[in-house]
C-alpha cells in the first residue's frame, strides 16, 4: 500500500456523510439496525479511545465549573481571585514545562517497545526538571512581575508552591498522553473524574484552614494523589519482560528532539488561535468585547477538542502499524465530523437561544460570532488530521508548517477586520484561516492524484 499523503485525509469528504463505512446492505435496514451499525464502529479501538479522550475534556470542563462554584460560594472574591491567579500561573508554567514531551510519548511508545518503560521516565524526568526551574524563576521574580501575589502569600511560601507544585502539574499533564500512549485512553476519563471529585472534597475540607492559598493547596493536593496513583499504575504496567517486543524502530534522541521542537513551535501557533485571540480582542476592541468572546470561544471550543482527541488517539493506534494508517485516516475524519456536523448545526440554528442562557447582552453581541467559530471546527477537522498524519510520518516541517500557517491568517486577519466589523471580524478570520488551510490540503491531494 503506498504511504499516505497529507491531502488523503480528505478522501472521505466527497463521500455522503451518513453512510460513511457503511455498506448498502446496513443503510437498508432497520433503524435499530442503522443504530447498531453506527454504534459499532466506535468500538474499534482508535475511536473508543478517541471517543474517551472528548469525554474526559467533557467531564473536566462539567466538574471543573462545580468546584469553582464552590469555591465562590465559601471564599470571599478576593481569595478567590488571588487562588484563580495561582492555579493559572501554576498550570501555564506545567504544560509549558513539557516541552511537547506528551506528544513524543504519543508517537513513540507505541514502537518502543521494551524501551517504552525508559522513554517515559525520560520526558517524566525532563518535563519535571524543567517545571521546577521554571516554576522557580517565576516565584524568585514575581516581586517584578506578580507583586499581588508576593503580597497576597508572602515571597517564601510563594517560592515553596511554585517549586513544589508545577512539576505536580506537569506531571499531571503528562499522563494523559502517556495513557493514551499505551492505548488505555479509556482510563483517562475516570482519572479526570476522581481528580476533580477530589480537588472539590478537598476544597470543603479546606473551609476550616485559615490561610489565602487553600484553593490551590486544594487543587495540587488532589492533583498528587491522582499523579503518585497514575504513576504507580504505570511504573507497573510498563515493567518490561522477556516476552516484551522488541524496538519497531530506531528511536534516536536526536529524532526526538527534531520532532519535539517541530510540534513545540506548532503548538504555539495553535495556541496563539485557539488561546490568544481574547488578549487579541481586548487589545483591538475592549473588554466587554473580550468577555462576550470568551463566552463564546468556551462553546464553540468543544468541537476543536473532537478533532485534538480523535487525532491524538489516531497517532498512538498507527505508529506502530503505519500500513493501516490510511484505513485509520478515512475513519477518524468520518467519526469526528459524526460527532461535530450535528453539534455544529445545533448551534447555527440556535445560536441567539444558547447564548441567552448567558444573558441579554451575550445573545445580542455574541450570536454571529458563535455561528461563525463553530462552522471553523468542520475545515479544522482537515486541519488537525493533515497535523496528525505529519506525526505519524514524522514530517516536522508540516507539524510546525500547518499551525503556522493558520495562525499567520487568523491573528492578522482578526486584527484588521475587528475595527470595521467587530466580533464578527473575528469570526471571519477564522472560518477564512481554517478553510484556505484545509483547502490548500485538498488541492495538495487532488494535484498529486
Same mark, same amino acid.
Given at each position: 500500500?503506498?504511504?499516505?499523503?497529507?491531502g488523503?485525509?480528505?478522501?472521505?469528504?466527497?463521500?455522503?456523510l451518513?453512510?460513511?463505512g457503511?455498506?448498502?446492505?446496513?443503510?437498508?435496514?432497520?433503524?435499530?439496525?442503522?443504530?447498531?451499525?453506527?454504534?459499532r464502529?466506535?468500538?474499534?479501538?482508535?475511536?473508543?479511545?478517541?471517543l474517551?479522550l472528548?469525554?474526559?475534556?467533557?467531564?473536566?470542563?462539567?466538574?471543573?465549573?462545580?468546584?469553582?462554584v464552590?469555591?465562590?460560594r465559601?471564599?470571599?472574591?478576593?481569595e478567590?481571585g488571588?487562588?484563580t491567579?495561582?492555579?493559572?500561573?501554576m498550570?501555564?508554567?506545567?504544560v $509549558?514545562?513539557?516541552?511537547?514531551? %506528551?506528544?513524543?510519548?504519543?508517537?513513540?511508545v507505541?514502537?518502543?517497545?521494551?524501551?517504552?518503560?525508559?522513554?517515559?521516565?525520560?520526558?517524566?524526568?525532563?518535563? #519535571?526538571?524543567t517545571?521546577?526551574?521554571?516554576?522557580?524563576?517565576?516565584?524568585?521574580?514575581a516581586?517584578?512581575?506578580?507583586?499581588?501575589l /508576593?503580597?497576597?502569600?508572602?515571597?517564601?511560601?510563594?517560592?515553596?508552591?511554585?517549586?513544589?507544585?508545577?512539576p505536580?502539574?506537569?506531571?499531571?499533564?503528562?499522563?494523559?498522553?502517556?495513557? +493514551?500512549? #499505551?492505548?488505555r485512553?479509556?482510563?483517562?476519563?475516570?482519572?479526570n473524574l476522581?481528580?476533580?471529585l477530589?480537588?472539590?472534597?478537598?476544597?470543603?475540607?479546606g473551609?476550616?484552614?485559615v490561610?489565602?492559598?487553600?484553593?490551590? =493547596?486544594?487543587?495540587?493536593?488532589?492533583?498528587?494523589?491522582?499523579?503518585?496513583?497514575?504513576?504507580a499504575?504505570?511504573?507497573? =504496567?510498563?515493567?518490561p $519482560?522477556?516476552?516484551?517486543?522488541?524496538?519497531r524502530?530506531?528511536?534516536?534522541?536526536?529524532?526526538?528532539a527534531?520532532?519535539?521542537?517541530?510540534?513545540?513551535?506548532g503548538?504555539?501557533? !495553535?495556541?496563539?488561535?485557539?488561546?490568544?485571540?481574547?488578549?487579541?480582542?481586548?487589545?483591538?476592541?475592549?473588554?466587554?468585547?473580550?468577555g !462576550?468572546f470568551?463566552?463564546?470561544w468556551?462553546?464553540?471550543?468543544?468541537?476543536?477538542?473532537?478533532?485534538?482527541?480523535?487525532?491524538?488517539?489516531?497517532v498512538?493506534?498507527?505508529?506502530?502499524?503505519?500500513?493501516?494508517?490510511?484505513?485509520?485516516v478515512? +475513519?477518524?475524519?468520518?467519526?469526528?465530523?459524526?460527532?461535530?456536523?450535528?453539534?455544529?448545526?445545533?448551534v447555527?440554528v440556535?445560536? %441567539?437561544?444558547?447564548?441567552s442562557?448567558?444573558?441579554?447582552?451575550y445573545?445580542?453581541?455574541?450570536t454571529t460570532?458563535?455561528?461563525l467559530?463553530a462552522?471553523? &471546527?468542520?475545515?479544522?477537522?482537515?486541519?488537525?488530521?493533515?497535523? &496528525? /498524519?505529519?506525526?505519524?510520518?514524522?514530517?516536522?516541517s508540516?507539524?510546525?508548517g500547518?499551525?503556522?500557517?493558520?495562525?499567520?491568517?487568523v491573528?492578522?486577519?482578526?486584527? /484588521?477586520?475587528?475595527?470595521?466589523?467587530?466580533?464578527?471580524?473575528?469570526?471571519?478570520?477564522?472560518?477564512?484561516?481554517?478553510?484556505?488551510?484545509?483547502?490548500g #490540503?485538498?488541492?495538495?491531494r487532488? $494535484?498529486?492524484?
Amino acid at each position: 500500500m503506498r504511504d499516505p499523503h497529507i491531502g488523503d485525509v480528505w478522501d472521505v469528504v466527497t463521500e455522503p456523510l451518513p453512510t460513511v463505512g457503511v455498506q448498502d446492505s446496513d443503510v437498508q435496514g432497520s433503524p435499530a439496525d442503522r443504530l447498531r451499525n453506527l454504534l459499532r464502529g466506535w468500538r474499534d479501538p482508535q475511536h473508543r479511545d478517541g471517543l474517551a479522550l472528548v469525554l474526559s475534556s467533557g467531564i473536566s470542563s462539567v466538574v471543573g465549573l462545580l468546584y469553582w462554584v464552590v469555591a465562590a460560594r465559601l471564599f470571599p472574591p478576593d481569595e478567590v481571585g488571588v487562588n484563580t491567579t495561582l492555579i493559572s500561573t501554576m498550570t501555564l508554567i506545567g504544560v $509549558t514545562s513539557q516541552l511537547n514531551l %506528551g506528544s513524543a510519548l504519543l508517537r513513540f511508545v507505541p514502537v518502543a517497545g521494551r524501551s517504552a518503560r525508559s522513554l517515559v521516565a525520560a520526558c517524566y524526568g525532563i518535563a #519535571i526538571l524543567t517545571a521546577c526551574v521554571l516554576g522557580g524563576v517565576f516565584a524568585l521574580g514575581a516581586p517584578l512581575w506578580a507583586p499581588d501575589l /508576593v503580597d497576597a502569600l508572602g515571597h517564601g511560601p510563594l517560592l515553596v508552591f511554585f517549586v513544589l507544585a508545577t512539576p505536580v502539574w506537569a506531571a499531571f499533564a503528562m499522563h494523559d498522553y502517556t495513557l +493514551t500512549a #499505551i492505548k488505555r485512553a479509556t482510563l483517562v476519563p475516570l482519572e479526570n473524574l476522581a481528580f476533580s471529585l477530589l480537588k472539590v472534597g478537598f476544597l470543603v475540607a479546606g473551609t476550616v484552614l485559615v490561610f489565602r492559598g487553600v484553593i490551590a =493547596v486544594s487543587w495540587v493536593l488532589a492533583t498528587a494523589v491522582i499523579v503518585v496513583v497514575v504513576a504507580a499504575f504505570l511504573a507497573k =504496567v510498563l515493567r518490561p $519482560t522477556a516476552a516484551a517486543p522488541l524496538p519497531r524502530e530506531q528511536i534516536r534522541p536526536r529524532s526526538i528532539a527534531g520532532y519535539v521542537s517541530a510540534d513545540w513551535a506548532g503548538g504555539l501557533c !495553535t495556541d496563539a488561535v485557539e488561546f490568544g485571540l481574547p488578549l487579541v480582542v481586548l487589545f483591538s476592541l475592549d473588554a466587554d468585547s473580550a468577555g !462576550t468572546f470568551s463566552v463564546v470561544w468556551a462553546i464553540a471550543y468543544a468541537f476543536y477538542l473532537v478533532t485534538h482527541g480523535m487525532s491524538q488517539s489516531m497517532v498512538t493506534h498507527v505508529a506502530d502499524r503505519p500500513h493501516e494508517s490510511e484505513a485509520a485516516v478515512r +475513519t477518524m475524519v468520518s467519526k469526528a465530523l459524526t460527532l461535530i456536523v450535528p453539534g455544529v448545526l445545533v448551534v447555527v440554528v440556535g445560536a %441567539g437561544l444558547i447564548l441567552s442562557i448567558f444573558g441579554r447582552h451575550y445573545a445580542e453581541n455574541g450570536t454571529t460570532l458563535l455561528v461563525l467559530c463553530a462552522l471553523s &471546527a468542520v475545515p479544522n477537522v482537515v486541519v488537525g488530521t493533515a497535523v &496528525a /498524519v505529519a506525526r505519524i510520518q514524522h514530517r516536522p516541517s508540516v507539524i510546525f508548517g500547518i499551525p503556522a500557517t493558520v495562525a499567520v491568517i487568523v491573528v492578522p486577519l482578526a486584527l /484588521v477586520l475587528m475595527p470595521h466589523l467587530g466580533l464578527t471580524g473575528v469570526g471571519i478570520a477564522l472560518v477564512a484561516g481554517q478553510t484556505a488551510v484545509a483547502s490548500g #490540503i485538498l488541492l495538495s491531494r487532488w $494535484t498529486r492524484a
